[in-house]
């Protein structure tokens, strides 16, 4: 059984850089052909997709958020980490890290969540 837990800093200053950790046990962050993505919720609204780190090292990221975002991994720790810069109160919402297979990754379709962790931007 995989699972994801995300943890970081429940509350980050407009301008700041925010930081989030997802750790992944059960299974590993490089096995083929899984990828492992970033999604928020904010408040009211549906769910925005970041980006991802595949189990190759390889990046994309969502073309609204390319400019602010990088998603790196450490293997060693089965971690994979989200840095999003820049940060407003719109960047408020509950984070979640979410693996999915090559074959559902385009429809949006994730086995396995993380059970989301919120983060406010506020001074």
């Known amino acids: 059984q995989v699972q994801l837990q995300e943890s970081g800093p429940g509350l980050v200053k407009p301008s700041q850089t925010l930081s989030l950790t997802c750790t992944v046990s059960?299974?590993?962050?490089?096995?083929?052909?899984?990828?492992w993505s970033w999604i928020r919720q904010p408040p009211g609204k549906g769910l925005e997709w970041i980006g991802y780190?595949?189990?190759?090292?390889?990046?994309y990221y969502s073309p609204s958020l390319k400019s602010r975002t990088s998603i790196s991994r450490d293997t060693s720790k089965n971690q994979f980490t989200l840095q999003l810069s820049s940060v407003t109160p719109e960047d408020t919402a509950v984070y979640y890290c979410?693996?999915?297979?090559?074959?559902?990754?385009?429809?949006?379709?994730?086995?396995?969540w993380g059970q989301g962790t919120q983060v406010t931007v506020s001074s």
């Open positions: 979410a693996r999915a297979d090559e074959n559902r990754l385009a429809m949006g379709e994730y086995d396995y």
């Open positions: 059960g299974g590993s962050i490089t096995t083929n052909y899984y990828y």
């Open positions: 780190i595949a189990y190759s090292g390889s990046t």
